[in-house]
């Protein structure tokens, strides 16, 4: 390849990689996959300041990797297309196969081989048959954003006082942001202390629609 092509062309790839460098754009991408949010929201989640939110994505968007619309008086970000939500799963995967210190978070903190994950392809069969529930326990917004058709929505943190809306004798299946979000494990051992047969998805709303399965939009 004639070098005045590829060096203009690895600089444009190396400017990907470069916003890529920083720990909390990567967590902005991460929630924007969930469903659109304004930077207020973002910074709530994310625990920054407002204006440093808005700088991080002012950064994410010159890169045409989040785009905007407005709602009113309100500005809006998602990502700018499913390749964004691609790159966010496969840097996670990388990092999780390359580094160990990945693996040994994973192990430490989020270990639930006890709590039998299942995979996209068997909840999709069997909530078709009717022999599970799929329970949503991402923060309404996301659910309304996007979510597996015919999933129930109950936050996490709400999950204790509406337990009683899920009917008993059908197992549970609970998923939410993807596999390195606690929710779904929470909800699982909180289910199961309950006397609930339950159990979790393996990952999460993003690797869903990734693999083409069908996602509902808005109140089921």
């Known amino acids: 390849m004639d070098r005045r092509l590829k060096d203009p062309l690895y600089e444009q790839f190396a400017r990907v990689g470069k916003v890529l460098g920083s720990a909390r754009r990567i967590e902005l991408l991460d929630l924007l996959a969930q469903g659109e949010r304004s930077v ?9 300041e407002v204006g440093n939110t808005s700088a991080h994505l002012k950064v994410l968007r010159e890169a045409r990797l989040v785009q905007t619309r407005k709602l009113g008086t309100r500005v ?9 939500a691609a790159l966010l799963v496969t840097l996670q995967n990388v990092a999780r196969a390359r ?6 978070m994973v192990r430490t903190h989020l270990a639930d081989d006890e709590l039998e994950p299942v995979g996209r392809e068997e909840l999709l069969d069997r909530a078709g048959r009717g022999e599970v529930v799929v329970l949503d326990v991402r923060p309404v917004e996301e659910y309304r954003a996007g979510h597996v058709p015919g999933a129930v929505s109950i936050p996490v943190d709400e999950l204790g006082a509406r337990l009683e809306e899920l009917p008993e004798g059908v197992e549970v299946v609970a998923y939410c942001r993807g596999p390195y979000c606690v929710f779904a494990r929470d909800a699982v ?32």
């Open 40 to 48: 207020e929201e973002l910074a709530e989640l994310t625990g920054m």
């Open 76 to 84: 809006l970000y998602r990502p700018a297309g499913d390749e964004v």
């Open 99 to 104: 580094l160990a210190e990945v693996g040994e």
């Open 189 to 220: 051992r909180l289910m199961r202390l309950r006397g609930r047969r339950a159990r979790r998805m393996v990952d999460g709303l993003p690797e869903w629609r990734l693999a083409g399965l069908p996602v509902a939009v808005g109140e089921d």
